[in-house]
């Protein structure tokens, strides 16, 4: 049975990842991953990678294990209040979620975020 392709589910936003020689996979992000200082510092390399006025979907030029453990970390520490989860859009949409811890902080999204178009 051949897989469909499904976009990002409301308040998320979809993302390819994947370093050089590397297939790339698309993950739907929950927005308020997008002000975590983890998931800023992958936009950083994006811009050093893609340049600030990059054109199209946010794209991470990291390893996908890499991404997808940042991702993980990144959902512990938004802890119990956060109810959505990163979703692998190439696979069925399987969410993929870490373990919860109860810390949260408010940070504003990085200077470069409105760059992307989702």
Known sequence: MPHRQQGAPKGCVTVRVGAEGEEQRRFAVPL??????????????????????????????????????????????LGEHHHQHLLDLDNCGATI??????SHSHI???RFVGCFRA
């Open 108 to 110: 504003h999204l990085p």
């Open 97 to 102: 979620t870490g373990g919860h811890n109860h």
């Open 32 to 77: 308020g991953h997008l002000s975590h200082p983890l998931f800023a510092a992958l936009l950083e390399e994006a811009e050093r990678e893609y340049g600030f006025r990059h054109q199209g979907a946010i794209a991470i030029p990291c390893q996908v294990d890499r991404f997808v453990q940042v991702e993980s970390a990144i959902d512990r520490d």
